[in-house]
């Protein structure tokens, strides 16, 4: 018999009827009261203390249901401000729920916030213990993992330094180690991949593979399609709060793309008036995946290996010779790289309204260790190019390499050293 869960009790993980479903929800409503007016100091609320305030409800979440199935990895997604990553804290217990129903059968482990309740005052070591204890470890077992959670976190030399005095990378690198540890049946991930250095997201990655094959159930937050495609076996959409679909990853990378691409309509029309539809764009970009050497869509790859990009575009009116561009950046918002069809492909041909094409840029991989969000473009043929359409943050690559020069791209190089006589 299924059980509405109270509220109050959502911090304790309830039995779900059937061993088929490792997450159950149902209806999940959630609402944050928003002031229209809100006091900032002392000496406002003695002025103002009297004065009615009024309040606006924002739906976080909005009628949400869905089952997750053990061993299943199962992706949200969404622009910033869906609800993904309410619903997520919803599920972690952070948030009481206002109503519906909400089952979790099995250990859970949220990958959220890491390395919330950390004290900076105390050693890594201390920290690592209390906070494993915290996840749920006994202080027996605590102990005995903390050497595997030193090893993964590669912090052996900084273990008895105060927390305080470490960087925000390492701080992530042992809160990662230890959540790892943690013997949950459930991970719940909020964009945990986006944290760390090259190297270490690499690693988050290999980890999340291996829970993924033995058996774990993984529910995965992020706007990254790329990593949905990769690593998920279904999905849900989300839109200001609401539940748009749940398919395949691809279906909802499509979604996702196409759901943007109505946003960015909407918004030029309300920049620009009514007008702006008859400069609407004539095509749109679908999708942008990257492939290795062997042609295997891939979220990373290895410094110096063969990689190539996909871009799925589907025209809207006939169009001639469209001009497709790419460009990377880093981090650190710098670019480096970037390519065009007009450079040196020439003319790309007619294409027909209602034709899906795909267009495919393989380049050599001489980029520096870390990670690259790709911008995509269709522009109209001709010097001014105006887009049909744009969209950054379309995928993401990681690269990792054994060394690295430091810099933005390793070049190729040699060196060659002459002795004169003498």
Request: with cysteine; hydrophobic share 40%.
């Amino acid at each position: 018999m299924s059980t509405i869960i109270d509220p109050a009790a959502l911090s304790r993980p309830a039995v779900v009827p059937s061993a088929d479903v490792a997450v159950h929800l149902k209806g999940v409503h959630k609402s944050f009261k928003l002031p229209h007016e809100q006091f900032h100091t002392l000496k406002q609320r003695a002025l103002h203390g009297f004065r009615q305030r009024g309040f606006e409800m924002l739906e976080a979440v909005d009628d949400v249901s869905v089952d997750v199935r053990p061993g299943e990895f199962f992706g949200i997604v969404g622009r910033n401000g869906s609800g993904k990553s309410t619903l997520l804290k919803c599920l972690a217990g952070i948030y009481q729920i206002d109503s519906g129903e909400m089952h979790v059968n099995g250990r859970l482990a949220p990958f959220i916030e890491l390395g919330v309740g950390f004290n900076p005052e105390l050693t890594a070591r201390d920290n690592a213990i209390i906070n494993a204890i915290m996840l749920g470890l006994t202080r027996k077992e605590a102990e005995a993992r903390l050497p595997e959670i030193v090893r993964f976190a590669e912090l052996e030399e900084f273990m008895d330094l105060r927390l305080k005095n470490f960087s925000s990378g390492m701080h992530v690198r042992l809160a990662f180690s230890v959540a790892v540890q943690v013997d949950a049946d459930i991970l719940l991930i909020d964009e945990v991949l986006a944290v760390g250095d090259a190297n270490f997201q690499q690693k988050c990655f290999d980890e999340f593979n291996r829970l993924r094959q033995a058996g774990k159930t993984v529910v995965l937050v992020t706007h990254d399609m790329g990593a949905v495609e990769q690593l998920c076996d279904r999905a849900m959409l989300m839109d200001r709060g609401k539940m748009v679909e749940i398919a395949d990853p691809a279906t909802i990378a499509r979604r996702y793309n196409e759901l943007n691409f109505r946003r960015i309509r909407a918004e030029a029309i309300e920049q620009d008036g009514p007008d702006v539809l008859k400069r609407a764009p004539v095509a749109e970009l679908l999708s942008a995946t990257f492939h290795n050497n062997i042609g295997e869509a891939v979220l990373a790859v290895v410094q110096g290996e063969p990689c190539d990009v996909t871009l799925e575009v589907r025209f809207h009116q006939d169009t001639d010779d469209p001009m497709f561009s790419i460009s990377l950046h880093d981090d650190h918002g710098n670019h480096a790289f970037g390519t065009s069809s007009s450079f040196d492909y020439g003319p790309t041909g007619h294409f027909r309204a209602g034709q899906v094409a795909s267009v495919r840029i393989g380049f050599e991989n001489y980029l520096g260790p870390g990670r690259y969000q790709l911008t995509a473009a269709i522009t109209r043929n001709g010097i001014g190019a105006d887009a049909y359409d744009l969209r950054e943050g379309m995928a993401t690559l990681l690269v990792h390499a054994t060394h690295s020069g430091g810099g933005t791209v390793d070049l190729p190089n040699r060196f060659e050293i002459t002795r004169g006589a003498g």
